[in-house]
């Protein structure tokens, strides 16, 4: 709840927010801009399964990046940081 409104219920079987959030208060990475999630509601099951893929795809490569990163950081390798 915020500030005393519903927005989002667990139990609910569709998983849906319970009201509609205007678009200004999410963030880009909100899941109602999956690309998937958008196919597969609008019954597109072909393109909902190639968006799922290349974000799982994607998924891979960032949990990668970061174990590498993590053992170079154990090794004692500095980064450069961007400001």
């Not at 319970?18 to 072909?46: A, F, G, Q, V």
Request: charged share 45%.
């Amino acid at each position: 709840m915020i500030d005393g409104v519903e927005y989002w219920d667990i139990d609910d079987p569709e998983m849906r927010p319970k009201r509609h959030i205007p678009n200004r208060t999410c963030l880009p990475s909100d899941w109602r801009y999956r690309e998937d999630l958008i196919y597969l509601y609008r019954d597109n099951l072909k393109m909902a399964d190639k968006w799922k893929v290349r974000l799982e795809v994607q998924q891979r490569l960032d949990r990668k990046n970061r174990k590498d990163i993590a053992k170079k950081r154990k090794k004692g390798i500095k980064f450069l940081k961007l400001n």
